[in-house]
């Protein structure tokens, strides 16, 4: 599958992302940098982002580079970290919560265009698996938060409350991108259902209705014939020249 159209968008959104990551390590004492675990971004982000890539060349790269996945893989990492270089999770309430919501509604979506792709999953079972990957994603990036951020606040009264509202989020945007994909896959499988529907249809079109017993009844025909020759007892070839008869037909006893 061709998804070259989207190699500049992916491409723009890993260099806007490098660009970023170079800010913070220039200006690590700045407010909207400081105390956010910069230092582990700018290590675990650039792997993050590679990781199509790699999946792709370890495949042996046979097929088209997967740009509409890589895309979405990068664009969640490049929204956490121009929120930060912007400032909005300290000045926005909402803005922590909407990307919890949308960052693994992105991650989930590209796993699933995955397995959507080359696994050939049915509708029900990409919804599923587009689930659990998002809640397996949401758990491990809570114990990142916990480790990184949580044994060293001092806000242990909210800390409980703001996890399990990151988990139901993190989960509720892979749900809603498992759903979203099934019903794609579920669109597509009923118009190619459809359209081998009518090629049969369009392959029917030339018989008519009586061509079927009309050849049965040369058939029948043919086969009377050669038995009525292989019983005349002054012809002793009869037998097999009712058989070449049949078999001139074209059509098997």
């Known amino acids: 599958m061709d998804t070259s159209r989207w190699r500049p ?20 004492e700045w407010d909207r940098f400081a105390d956010k675990a910069m230092g582990v971004r700018v290590a675990a982000y650039p792997a993050a982002v590679m990781l199509v890539t790699l999946v792709w060349a370890l495949r042996g790269r046979g097929r088209a580079f997967p740009w509409d996945i890589d895309l979405l893989v990068t664009a969640p990492f490049l929204i956490d970290v121009a929120g930060n270089a912007a400032d909005l999770y300290d000045t926005v309430t909402w803005f922590d919560d909407a990307c919890h919501f949308g960052n693994w509604a992105l991650l989930c979506a590209a796993g699933g265009l995955g397995l959507r792709r080359w696994g050939r ?6 919804a599923l698996c587009c689930t659990g990957m998002g809640a397996a994603a949401a758990i491990l990036w809570e114990f990142f938060e916990y480790g990184v951020f949580i044994l060293d606040t ?8 703001d996890t399990i509202g990151d988990l139901m989020l993190g989960l509720a945007g892979a749900a809603a991108a498992g759903l979203v ?7 597509a499988a009923s118009v190619d ?23 049965e009844d040369v058939v029948r025909a043919d086969a009377a014939a050669g038995r009525a020759l292989g019983a005349e007892g002054d012809a002793p070839g009869g037998e097999d020249h009712g058989e070449q008869v049949v078999q001139g037909s074209g059509v098997r006893q």
């Open 121 to 126: 999953l049915p509708s029900w079972a990409l």
């Open 154 to 161: 001092p806000e242990s009264v909210s800390i409980y409350r």
């Open 181 to 187: 994909l099934a019903f794609a896959a579920a669109r």
């Open 193 to 215: 259902e459809s359209l081998d529907a009518v090629g049969r249809d369009l392959l029917d079109e030339g018989r008519r209705p009586g061509d079927a017993d009309a050849r």
């Open 9 to 28: 968008l992916a491409l723009l959104a890993k260099a806007a992302l490098a660009v970023l990551l170079a800010l913070a390590v220039a200006f690590p």
